[in-house]
């Protein structure tokens, strides 16, 4: 467990960090390091350079920015987990960041790293993508916005490019309802998904107006199950409808195996996970 | 009964004292091997095999030693002199100290680099390039048994024994005990239940992996070696006996250690090899296991497959129990291996008077050798016998409790009982702690209450399991049925000892051959001295591990330190107490018979205002000259105690569980223990080792998986694949005790370290497969994750859905 070589830097901005990131071959963004530290350890990755945005200003901050919420890139899953206006606007989130780790870890990661760093089974990248947010990257070219539909590209792949730092994530002031399921690899909600879903879904004159469904741990990366939302809309929200929808939760989803689940269960799971989500968040929107 | 957590200071035995080890661990000044920096100190690293099972066509090592910072490769042929790892059970192969021309499991060292930093040492093996030519690995049990293809070629057979019994080595007891239960089969007023089980390897991974730093001094000509080792004493000496030294040539010492659980109750490869490294390169060497190295290269424990089974009659009175299977020994037998098993056909009936033919065969497979891991054989016997139990109990329609309650040993049999192997067993009140446990919980009450809810629609199960497990290892004359610890240089049995030292300020050192790794002893050993000398506990200092210290013990393993190291720690003090008595007396002007010993000082019987300090009675005992004729100076006592026996605790489990049928997922609502583990000493530490016990039952019965793939490969490289129990996974446990004391030790005690893990796997799974009977489940194997709980529903389900 002892990482190859690298270099550590530790910029004192975003403007010398990404200046950093433009001018260096294999660096590496390091925020919270929780799931960067273990790969570098089991030497499945060696970056050349450690770029340690930890001492940045900035970012450490959970922002009321009119339309929506920003998450700053510093910001730990114990607070996003514990803040009010997390809980008020995006429920499925506060839920997916107190599921995820364990304390200690909760209180070093990040919300960012972890939807950047986008294993297949965490908890965060489902909500964020459920929650229809918005992730804001910075370059040495400036900052552009990716949309989380498009965020998610492969297994630990996203659309940032070398050189790019995801500085923030937006999530919309959208009302409904949000909510995340999961069953953890040991059981209950700790550990890795074994499967989870997050949904939002907002209503209007007692039908489902609008809503997202994404699921976790089941394919190769978050998924949006734009099935299920097609079933769901305009349905009263009953447990009938949100059964019927939930059945195509896996459309258009390569389901995986591993240790811990076969492909059948892990396919029963997603359906189980996705109806109990979109039961939550349609009883938070009402 | 219970454990409250009022803390007093006071010294009595049975009072709850504050470990005092704590304060430093808290604090993180404690000293563990890792924290060791010595001058000039060189670290190692291991090349270790990918493949289960390949021959070694050519190691390169070139390109390692060019790089800046390595010190030394080191293969075979330069440590083939030193001899295989030394093993106190040496049936099997042994492990070579590093592969030769052929590897026999994945992790399996092929050679050593040495240099200046951790992290060059790593870079160092990454550079080794060896040449593998893979071969077909056995790993399936029932393959290996088959002898189908050998682990070993110039071995005749993978199974290295069997052991059996019936009455153990009596053949024509064996063939008698057959007999009459093959006649009970074929009564027509008999039902038999019968399942095949597995008990699957478990990766013990203490919270600190292993550790060791050997410094050879060529001028002194001595080993001084830290390890994080449960045994210093055998360790000196299997360093001793491998390098031609003798036990004055060895300094072992184990600071702080962070969790055995067995695991560190071997000598391994890697402290000889460090020691001979150190030896060639005039450094020291450290070498610290990364949790890689923990799961693939330190021993691993259970890994059995059985067939259990029990014939009785319908009204719950059991007629004969039957266990046959494998056991997996690994690709080598390390420290006692294959004895393992014969620790579990020791409570192989459990606390149970009927018939019991029991058989476990040992076998070599492509893997990890497996050893002693908490319970040690004792969990995997008592698993297979209380879910046949259940089984039968479900199969007849009779209450669990009842069916156990039938059968038990009767507490009029006592003393004098016998386990079906013939071995005497000291006390035991089977049936006594059955009701206790079942009157603390309300029985009926809580059965009418899952009934209740299982009539809501929920799956809710209520699992019970009681044990006998044999512990507090003992005997001297275990060296007659050749458990000697002479391979390490020291030819006792298990028999422990106890050093009492009064300072000359009136304090008193203690100090054992133990090799704790969290048990207490710095507590518990205080309050046995401070109540047989009335010193007060903060003025006795423990010190253990340090065999340069220490009087020779064989450290901390078996539940057996405070009833055999413990007892000889009692008998010291007494000794002490003896001379103290005519030195006060001598003080007091009065006869020795007498002094008592209380608060700190001695008085005369009936007159306490008069009373002289343990510093008044220490500067007699340094001052010769003021002694009364006769008497030698000093005051400090060591005594040996060899039981006549080892100790038998026992218990009783329930465990209620609800089951989420649309998941599998499994939720253990509650957990009660009741423990008998005779006398107890500090209540605190007790419960904390049931606590702990339970935690890694719990583990086996639901989380932990350390089984190999079909390939040999194994995928549990780290906690994301190994999922450990966690506090934040477990319910606040309900614990509560009968005191049944053992008469083979003067203090009464049993031991507790294992009890915990050797009741509660068997009671989880029985309440799971009680919460899904409804379904028609009889059997799910451990682990139970939700996935295998979620199968064994659809499975077992022939129609509709559960949800």
């Known amino acids: 467990m002892y990482p190859r070589s690298f270099e550590y830097v530790s910029p004192g901005s975003l403007d010398e960090a990404t200046s950093i990131l433009a001018s260096t071959d294999g660096a590496k963004v390091l925020a919270g390091g929780m799931s960067l530290l273990p790969i570098m350890k089991l030497r499945l990755f060696s970056p050349d350079v450690l770029v340690d945005i930890g001492r940045i200003p900035g970012l450490s901050s959970i922002q009321d920015q009119g339309d929506h919420v920003g998450v700053g890139a510093l910001v730990r899953h114990a607070d996003t987990a514990s803040d009010p206006l997390i809980a008020e606007h995006a429920a499925a989130l506060a839920t997916a960041a107190s599921w995820t780790g364990d304390v200690q870890v909760r209180n070093q990661g990040t919300t960012c790293g972890s939807i950047a760093h986008a294993d297949i089974a965490a908890d965060q990248p489902a909500a964020a993508l459920a929650l229809g947010a918005t992730m804001v990257a910075a370059s040495a070219n400036g900052t552009r916005e990716i949309a989380a539909s498009d965020f998610f590209v492969d297994t630990l792949t996203t659309a940032l490019e070398p050189g790019e730092i995801l500085t923030e994530i937006r999530l919309p002031k959208q009302g409904g309802g949000s909510a995340y399921e999961k069953l953890g690899r040991r059981g209950g909600h700790t550990d890795y998904a074994v499967a989870g879903a997050s949904a939002w879904v907002d209503l209007a004159d007692g039908a489902v107006c609008c809503g997202r469904v994404a699921l976790t741990g089941v394919g190769p990366m978050p998924t949006l199950a734009e099935g299920v939302m097609e079933s769901l809309i305009g349905t009263d929200g009953s447990d009938a409808a949100v059964a019927a929808a939930s059945d195509r939760a896996l459309e258009g989803v390569t389901v995986l195996e591993d240790l811990f689940g076969t492909v059948e269960y892990k396919s029963h799971l997603a359906k189980v996970m996705t109806r109990r989500a979109l039961q939550q968040a349609i009883a938070a929107a009402m | ?803």
């Open chain 2, 1 to 803: 009964m219970g454990g409250g957590f009022g803390v007093s200071t006071t010294s009595v035995l049975g009072g709850v004292v504050k470990r005092r080890e704590d304060p430093a661990l808290i604090r993180g000044t404690g000293l563990y091997v890792d924290d060791l920096q010595l001058p000039g100190m060189l670290h190692a690293a291991f090349v270790r095999s990918p493949y289960a099972h390949a021959s070694i066509e050519s190691i390169d090592a070139s390109e390692a030693l060019a790089m800046e910072g390595v010190r030394a490769v080191y293969t075979a042929a330069d440590v083939e002199h030193l001899g295989d790892l030394v093993t106190q059970v040496a049936v099997g192969k042994l492990r070579p100290l590093l592969a030769g021309n052929q590897v026999n499991h994945v992790g399996e060292a092929v050679a050593m680099v040495v240099a200046d930093s951790r992290y060059g040492a790593r870079d160092g093996a990454d550079a080794v390039d060896v040449d593998y030519e893979p071969l077909d690995p056995v790993i399936d049990l029932k393959e290996a048994a088959s002898d189908a293809a050998l682990v070993h070629e110039d071995m005749a057979s993978n199974v290295l024994l069997a052991w059996e019994g019936g009455p153990w080595g009596d053949e024509e007891g064996i063939a008698g005990t057959k007999e009459t239960i093959a006649a009970a089969k074929e009564r027509e007023d008999t039902v038999t239940v019968s399942m095949e089980m597995v008990n699957q390897r478990l990766l013990p991974m203490p919270m600190e992996p292993r550790a060791v730093v050997a410094d050879w001094n060529q001028g002194y000509g001595r080993f001084t070696v830290h390890s994080s080792t449960q045994i210093p004493h055998a360790l000196a000496g299997g360093i001793a006996g491998t390098f031609g030294l003798s036990l004055t040539d060895v300094r072992c010492i184990a600071p702080e250690v962070g969790g055995g659980f067995g695991c560190k109750l071997n000598v391994y490869n890697d402290e000889i090899l460090v020691c001979f490294a150190s030896q060639q390169l005039g450094s020291p060497v450290k070498f610290t296991e990364t949790r890689r190295d923990a799961a693939g290269s330190t021993i691993h424990g259970r890994g059995w497959v059985a067939t259990a089974t029990v014939t009785g009659t319908r009204d719950g009175k059991v007629l004969g129990y039957e266990l046959d299977g494998i056991a997996d020994m690994g690709a080598y037998s390390q420290n006692f291996t294959v004895a393992i098993p014969f620790l579990g056909l020791f409570v192989g009936a459990g606390q149970y008077s009927f018939p019991t033919y029991w058989r476990m065969a040992c076998v070599h497979t492509h893997t990890m050798t497996t050893d002693a891991y908490r319970g040690a054989g004792r969990p995997e016997a008592a698993y297979y016998l209380e879910r046949a139990i259940d089984a039968f109990a479900r199969e007849i329609g009779v209450d669990p409790s009842e069916v156990r309650r039938k059968n038990y040993i009767p507490a009029s049999e006592f003393p004098g009982a016998a386990t079906h192997i013939g071995f005497p067993m000291d006390t035991g009140d089977y049936e006594n702690n059955l009701d206790a446990l079942l009157e603390t919980v309300g029985y009926e009450n809580l059965k009418a209450e899952r009934d209740q809810m299982r009539a809501d629609g929920r799956l809710v199960g209520l699992g019970l399991a009681t044990y006998v497990e044999v512990c507090g290892f003992g005997p001297s004359a275990l060296v007659d049925l050749g458990f000697s610890w002479a391979a390490y240089k020291i030819p006792s049995g298990f028999n422990g000892s106890g050093l009492v030292r009064i300072q000359a300020d009136g304090t008193a050192s203690v100090i054992i051959g133990t090799g704790p790794s969290g048990q207490g002893h710095q507590t518990t050993w205080a309050q046995i001295v401070s109540q047989q000398l009335g010193i007060p506990v903060e003025n006795i200092r423990v010190t253990h591990g340090d065999t340069a210290e220490s009087p020779l013990g064989i450290g901390t393993f078996g539940s057996r330190s405070a009833a055999v190291d413990g007892s000889a720690t009692y008998e010291a003090a007494n000794k002490v107490a003896a001379k103290a008595a005519k030195l006060a007396a001598h003080l007091l002007e009065a006869s020795s018979e007498d002094i008592v010993f209380a608060d700190g000082g001695a008085h005369v019987a009936g007159s306490p205002d008069q009373t002289v300090s343990w510093s008044d009675i220490a500067t007699l005992a340094y001052q010769p000259h003021r002694l009364p004729e006769g008497m030698e100076g000093g005051l400090e006592a060591h005594a040996v105690f060899s039981p006549g026996n080892a100790t038998w605790p026992f218990g009783s489990h329930l465990a209620l569980v609800e089951v989420d049928g649309d998941t599998g997922d499994v939720k253990l609502l509650r957990y009660v223990a009741m423990d008998d583990c005779g006398n107890v000493i500090n209540p605190m530490i007790v419960d904390g080792q049931i606590h702990g016990g339970l935690a890694q039952g719990i583990g086996q019965a639901m989380f932990e998986d350390g089984d190999y793939e079909s390939d040999g490969n194994l995928l549990k490289w780290s906690f994301v694949e190994y999922p450990l129990p966690t506090s934040a996974d477990l319910p606040s446990f309900e614990l509560h005790r009968t005191v049944t004391p053992t008469d083979i030790n003067p203090l009464g005690v049993k031991g507790i370290g294992e009890a915990g893990t050797i009741g509660s796997a068997q009671t989880v799974v029985n309440a799971v497969v009680d919460a899904l009977a409804p379904l028609g489940v009889t059997h799910v194997d451990m682990p139970l994750r939700p996935k295998r709980v979620w199968e064994a529903i659809q499975a077992a389900q022939t129609n509709g859905s559960v949800s």
